[in-house]
DNA sequence: TCGTGAATGTCAGGTTCCTGACATGTGGAA
DNA sequence: TTCCACATGTCAGGAACCTGACATTCACGA
């Protein structure tokens, strides 16, 4: 009984499991970075910053899964407010190295917390050894994929 | 080893995984849709209506994840070019049952090929035993969040 | 040496989705 | 009955993201 008709079965179907998971978590997290006047791209860019700092506001693109040009309308706001620093040239090539500010660092300390709350609520009915295996399954998707 | 800093690690984040999967499968399914003149929401929408007839445009929003005025303008689209039907008066309360006409049901055939191709190209890596287990641990996640 | 391709930053325009708001219809409680 | 909470459909305005395009910079090969 793999499939009746020509419709993709919903009710078993991986990919309507993985919209629906990503959905709630999206919106969870939007539900926490709101008090703090923050975006879920916002802080996915200064999270990547505070782990690999020196990331051009290409490679913060791939990283946060949206476009240059999303990115940069949004570094450029990040770095108004005093988040984040880019030298005003190119030291090699085109590429801005990005880099967090104290106030960058504070603000997601903040997030980081809020997230990781969010994080662990997502992961309550899961042990350790599911959470691994969990990772593991969604990156061999992202392999079929890409691959 | 659990957490150094205070950040969120991306590196073995689960919601990071999950996001980077779900803009994976996102990308995929708009590339295979597009030359079909489709949309994921659109996609979505007839999915719904094929297995679900009758369901009402709130109704379909929760069910593909967007909100009722982002469905509902999508809903008049897909009327005007023929796919779906309403009835000009509510059979009862406010809810306009949504039908999916012959041309709705054609379109919705050769989009459900691509998407199932999609998904079957996601879970090339994977069994049937882990693809099932994979279902599971994103449907426990999706609780987490919401309960 | 030169030119070709790839990667980057950036600007402009358009599309999609969301938030806020309002009117309408239903069902239960006072 | 009457009132009030709730759900639905719909309109208007704004925020976020994307596509298309262009100039600049580097690496590689003819």
Redesign the pocket.
């Known amino acids: 009984m793999s499939q009746v008709g020509p419709s993709v079965d919903l009710a078993v179907s991986v990919g309507y499991r993985l919209k629906q998971a990503s959905?709630a978590l999206h919106?969870a997290m939007?539900a926490v970075l709101r008090p703090l006047g923050m975006?879920?791209?916002?802080y996915s860019c200064l999270e990547l910053l505070a782990q690999r700092p020196g990331l051009?506001?290409?490679?913060?693109?791939?990283g946060?899964?949206?476009?240059?040009?999303?990115?940069?309308?949004?570094?450029?706001?990040l770095e108004r407010d005093g988040s984040v620093v880019?030298p005003p040239v190119?030291p090699?090539?085109?590429?801005?190295?990005?880099e967090l500010t104290p106030l960058g660092r504070e603000r997601l300390a903040a997030a980081s917390a809020a997230v990781r709350a969010v994080e662990d609520r997502m992961r309550a009915g899961l042990d350790r050894a599911e959470a691994v295996q969990l990772a593991a399954l969604l990156d061999r998707c992202v392999e079929g994929l890409q691959g």
């Open positions: 959905s919106v939007e975006n879920i791209t916002q051009s506001n290409a490679e913060l693109a791939r946060a899964f949206v476009t240059r040009q999303s990115m940069n309308v949004l570094l450029q706001a880019r190119a090699v090539g085109r590429a801005l190295p990005a």
